[in-house]
């Protein structure tokens, strides 16, 4: 199972980007979808997780600022970022949770003034 991010982009303190996650496995809810990212000097750390069921996992940095969601009809999981802080500033990837697909090349996001 293969897995395209894109979406990531410079972006001042406060505005907002979509990501999106296309997966090459039309069944891929059961794979728990997720987004991670790896900051600048960092491990990767999970961010965001939408379960088979629809249910929603955020880490707290993010709680409230971002939201998870999943297209059936395209094979795609989104992140939509909202409010996003210098600290947000990383490469992000999406996998399974836990991460048993092959990881993507990720989509760059960097929050600056």
């Known amino acids: 199972v293969q897995v395209v991010e894109s979406g990531g982009n410079l972006v001042q303190p406060g505005g907002s980007l979509r990501l999106s996650c296309e997966v090459s496995e039309s069944r891929f809810r059961i794979y728990h979808m997720s987004w991670y990212r790896r900051a600048p000097g960092k491990q990767r750390e999970l961010v965001a997780s939408?379960?088979?069921?629809?249910?929603?996992i955020y880490a707290d940095s993010v709680k409230g600022r971002f939201t998870i969601s999943s297209d059936d009809a395209k094979n795609t999981t989104y992140l939509q970022m909202n409010s996003l802080k210098p600290e947000d500033t990383a490469v992000y990837y999406c996998?399974?949770?836990?991460?048993?697909?092959?990881w993507g090349q990720g989509t760059q996001v960097t929050v600056f003034s």
């Open positions: 939408i379960l088979n069921d629809g249910g929603t």
């Open positions: 996998n399974g949770n836990p991460p048993t697909l092959n």
